[in-house]
């Protein structure tokens, strides 16, 4: 054999064990939860900004997730829930007894829980639940919640039925059965309780057919609902409401048909947003008072998930006014820096399923394969 043809198969070799040494030590530090070895588009640098902090306990979709603080957690798939206190490294099941859509905690003992019909309150951090009755619990849904910090002051949103005035005007998806057994049509209600749900006043708002989906305080007095019985606000505490609306000239997907906000959400007094069932996303830069549709990523995104509404957001959320995380129909992450005018590609390794934001510094994301990330936010060292 030619010496050159023997030293150009030692460099083979030599190169295919360093690749090789190279691949097991990437796959070993995700073993031991360092740095992810992702890529990126157009920010290389970036990728210390993802970190794997551990697996979520179920093999089914998450309906909730909620950290207290960086160590203290709790997650569901509707059937169980589970509790951390590392960070998400380790899980233990609590409960599985409820079913557990929506819930939120304010200390390690205090919390509430949903199932769409019922209200529960916790006092030992989830081992047990006890139900508290509202006027939705027979005579209607309830579809979000919110309470304050003191554990006292709460609102309930959703929808109650009405006897049917003109059972052709109610939608397919808002009738309903009353106790005597005549028909019912389902209208949008809030109520307010300051006794930690043990009575209940309803809040004077407009009867409007549907149901309030969602509902946002920022603090005991700013508040906002949405739903297809439309987008509301409050500046006193609910003691008054009033209707929001698109702003001139703005795209208003108030007035396609079969597409209503499914979440709302405020990042101060004056910037939230509305996400809505087909995906289209609207922001407000003044508490609520006006909407304008927010561009979407049917420039950077592919659309066939839904080729008929392209540019999806499945979901999205804001720190502040300007820096906010979006993941597309495929799961793939989008970040803005300018109020989400434009959006950039950060991360199209891995595949994103829900974003959690944590503190103004990082956002928590669950991956499809059930991997907690964490992520640090735009602009922050």
Known sequence: MKLSNVIANLLVFFGTCLSSAWLFQQTRELRDNEVLPVKFETQRQSASRFRLVGHIPTEHPVAELQFINESEGWCSDVDNLWHTVDGGKTWQLINSSRHFRSFHFIDSYMGWMSDWFELNRTNDGG???????????????????????????????????YPME????????????????????????????????????????????????????????????????????????????????????????YEVQDIYPMRISFSDQKNG??????????????????WCGLADLR??????????????????????????????????????????????????????????????????????????????LYGEE
């Open 127 to 161: 081992h047990t639940w006890t139900r508290i009755d509202t006027p939705m619990s027979d005579l209607g849904i309830l579809r979000s919640f919110h309470f304050e910090e003191n554990g006292q002051v709460g609102w309930i949103a959703g929808g109650v039925f």
């Open 166 to 253: 003109k059972p052709w005007d109610c939608l397919n998806n808002a009738r309903g059965i009353l106790k005597d057994g005549s028909f019912g049509c389902l209208n949008g209600a809030i109520f307010r309780t300051d006794d930690g749900g043990f009575t209940w006043r309803e809040q004077p708002t407009t009867k409007r057919i549907g149901r309030f989906m969602s509902i946002n305080f920022l603090d005991a007095n700013h508040g906002w609902v949405a739903g297809d019985a439309g987008v509301l606000h409050t500046t006193d505490g609910g003691n008054t409401w009033r209707d929001d609306r698109f702003k001139k000239g703005c795209e208003s997907y």
């Open 273 to 290: 947003l509305l996400l809505f069932d087909s995906g289209f996303v609207a922001k407000s830069a003044d508490g609520g008072k006006k």
């Open 299 to 376: 420039s950077v995104s592919p659309d066939e998930c839904y080729p008929e509404r392209p540019g999806r957001f499945d979901d999205i959320a804001f720190k502040d006014a300007w820096h906010g995380i979006a993941l597309d129909c495929h799961g793939v992450m989008y970040e803005s820096s300018d109020g989400g005018a434009t959006w950039q590609k950060v991360e199209d390794s891995m595949r994103f399923g829900s974003i959690l934001f944590h503190d103004t510094r990082h956002a928590w994301l669950v991956t499809y394969n059930r991997q907690l990330i964490r992520v640090k």
